[in-house]
Nanobody, 123 residues
Framework: VQLQASGGGLVQAGGSLRLSCTAAGLRSNVMAWFRQASGKEREFVAAVNLSGGVPVYADSVTGRFTISRDDSKSGVHLQMNSLKSDDTAVYYC???????????????????WGQGTLVTVSS
């Protein structure tokens, strides 16, 4: 099982980035994005049930970020708009162990993790 995150980079405040996460060897029902800023704990960003349903977002990104499944239904994207300096962090994709279908905001509930991709927002 391997989760591969990509799409990070350097962007100016107010700009946009699109992160992608592909899952190899795994057909999880629930995938999520977390982020970890330097010196801080890893925090929940967004999650979605790949079989359908309403995505869940952290309050800090609601209205600016959108999580969506990819066409293969084995990965997710995170469209990030109106980026702020506070969004600077390493972003990790994560997946819950099948056949779990319940979305969780807790990182302890995710069994599989990608390697992370760095997003830097300059002010």
């Amino acid at each position: 099982v391997q989760l591969q995150a990509s799409g990070g980079g350097l962007v100016q405040a107010g700009g946009s980035l699109r992160l992608s996460c592909t899952a190899a060897g795994l057909r999880s029902n629930v995938m999520a994005w977390f982020r970890q800023a330097s010196g801080k704990e890893r925090e929940f960003v967004a999650a979605v049930n790949l079989s359908g349903g309403v995505p869940v977002y952290a309050d800090s990104v609601t209205g600016r970020f959108t999580i969506s499944r990819d066409d293969s239904k084995s990965g997710v994207h995170l469209q990030m708009n109106s980026l702020k300096s506070d969004d600077t962090a390493v972003y990790y994709c994560a997946a819950r162990k099948p056949p779990i279908t319940v979305i969780s905001r807790s990182r302890t509930q995710y069994h599989y993790w990608g390697q992370g991709t760095l997003v830097t927002v300059s002010s």
